[in-house]
């Protein structure tokens, strides 16, 4: 067992290193997400900025991917996203394959493991793009596994464990918090089944539980100790925060409605404009095929179901995560899924594998049905990133499989390279509610009066003259020109209030203007 254990430690240090130098070949051809970006502009600000820091320490959201992000950031700023990525995707490998190795001795299923961190395109861009889905992806594979223990052992210290990793997963990504409306109602069928009762159907044990006196107090005592077990903590967690935020903030949903603090309040309203007024209008993906893309994308689940036929509530815990994805296209019902909510699939189909593969007599048949389900999905992983509606995802895999270089963050980059030739004691005024890759590529943020600094900012606005020397103006043609007062309607208010203004260009791109300012 020691040895193996310095084996899979051997590998998933190889893994990150082959993440690591994936991705930093992605950004030499220019690849960088939007998420990996916005945390390196508030690592930068934490570090380097001026003035007061404490709301972009705390509540930059999602919380923990960005603590990760900045733990890496001591070297490179610009990395550390990456680093994070690529070590991430790496310990999950650790993790899943030191679970399968528990259980079962055959390398043939770690083989299917490996290929499957190796090469498949999801796997790759969750390791490579500066994004939190590895975070997410460990987080949910272990409240699963927590959960799956419970049911074999009826240890409530793993439910305990499950809690903590819900909690995490929680602050990896906020949606995962409508996750535990569908486990109310397992919860219940679990305790149900845990009964020592003679009865085997589900409907007929809670009848009987129901019309004994004693067996009824004994099921709704261990139903409300998992509810606490499960979802208290998760739900005081959440109050804290949101009383956080609300008291530095004065919003009790800052962390989710500010493009300040997170990166996804603007990608959102983003992808939804892109929507609207594309030429080609593309409708989201219907409920009703959202399922089944799901099974298309990993086949496996289908087997995972097979390999837990005997449980029903097993199975039920399986099948959760498909009508938390469908609740999720409903109420979100203006933004496109993320591959992110694709990769949980994979990760559940393997959790499932590894958990259960052992009982299978004929393990020829078993190998053959999961290696050529691997094959299929290393296929529909590239088809979905490739046909994928969101645009970051696309040109992924097309730097991928064409190697030409991304020139999507080709214009901050030029810019900032201006405003770092900038003399040291130069002010450029700054909104980094869009503009936050350009302060994320810039050298030296002090140059930079952001929103951060809230007295500062709200005054440069006002007079300009009196605090920066230049200022950056979104154009018409930005695709996010509307989300910032900093446009070209700015001008024509600012010139008003004050006579003496005289702004004259200096930098321009198709998506931004940099102005020099002249005062009396």
Not at 151 to 163: D, E, G, K, L, P
Not at 383 to 392: G, K, P
């Amino acid at each position: 067992m020691k040895n193996q254990s310095k084996y899979l430690l051997l590998i998933t240090v190889l893994l990150a290193v082959y993440y690591v130098v994936c991705g930093i070949y992605l950004n030499q051809l220019g690849y960088y997400s939007q998420e990996g970006l916005f945390y390196v502009e508030k690592t930068k600000i934490i570090l380097d900025g001026v003035g007061n820091r404490l709301k972009v320490m705390g509540l930059t959201a999602p919380l923990l991917p960005f603590y990760t992000s900045f733990i890496f950031s001591v070297k490179n700023n610009i990395l550390a996203p990456l680093i994070a990525s690529s070590i991430c995707t790496a310990a999950l490998f650790y993790l899943m394959a030191w679970s399968l190795v528990k259980r079962v001795g055959d390398i043939f299923y770690l083989l299917v493991l490996l290929i499957i961190f190796l090469f498949h395109p999801g796997i790759l861009y969750a390791a490579t793009s500066g994004k939190s889905i590895a975070m997410v992806l460990i987080f949910f594979f272990l409240f699963f596994l927590n959960l799956l223990k419970f049911y074999r052992s009826n240890t409530t210290f793993h439910v305990s464990i499950a809690s903590i990793c819900l909690v995490i997963l929680i602050f990896c990504d906020y949606k995962f918090i409508w996750l535990t409306l569908f486990f109310i109602p397992l919860v219940l069928f679990i305790t149900i089944k845990s009964l020592n009762l003679s009865e085997q159907e589900s409907i007929f044990r809670l009848n009987q539980s129901f019309n004994n006196p004693s067996l009824r107090r004994k099921l709704i005592n261990k139903t409300f100790a998992l509810y606490i077990i499960l979802f208290v903590l998760p739900l005081a967690c959440v109050i804290c925060y949101k009383l956080l935020n609300l008291t530095h903030a004065q919003d009790l949903d800052y962390f989710t409605e500010s493009p300040y603090a997170s990166w996804t309040v603007l990608a959102d309203k983003l992808s939804f404009d892109q929507l609207s007024t594309s030429p080609v209008y593309q409708l989201p993906e219907t409920s009703v095929m959202i399922s089944l893309r799901m099974l298309v994308f990993c086949p496996l689940i289908l087997v995972a179901v097979y390999l837990f036929r005997n449980s029903t509530y097993q199975i039920l815990t399986l099948l959760t995560p498909f009508a938390f994805i469908e609740f999720l296209h409903i109420k979100y019902d203006k933004v496109f899924l993320s591959h992110e909510y694709y990769l949980i699939f994979l990760v559940l189909a393997l959790l499932a594998v590894l958990y259960r593969a052992q009982i299978v007599k004929n393990q020829l048949a078993l190998k053959v049905v999961v290696g050529v389900t691997t094959i299929v999905m290393l296929y529909t992983g590239f088809i979905f990133l490739q046909n994928s509606s969101v645009r970051e995802e696309r040109d992924f895999i097309s730097v991928i499989s064409s190697r030409t270089p991304d020139t999507q963050e080709s214009q901050n980059h030029d810019l900032a390279n201006y405003i770092n030739r900038l003399p040291a004691d130069s002010h450029v005024l700054i909104d980094d509610a869009i503009a936050y890759p350009v302060v994320a590529f810039t050298n030296d943020i002090r140059k930079l009066t952001l929103p951060y600094q809230e007295n500062v900012f709200l005054s440069a606005i006002e007079a300009p003259d009196k605090y920066d020397d230049y200022i950056l103006l979104a154009t018409d043609k930005n695709e996010v020109t509307g989300f910032t007062q900093l446009n070209n309607r700015y001008i024509p208010v600012i010139l008003k209030s004050n006579s003496g203004l005289r702004l004259r260009r200096v930098f321009e791109t198709d998506d931004w203007v940099l102005y020099r300012i002249f005062g009396d």
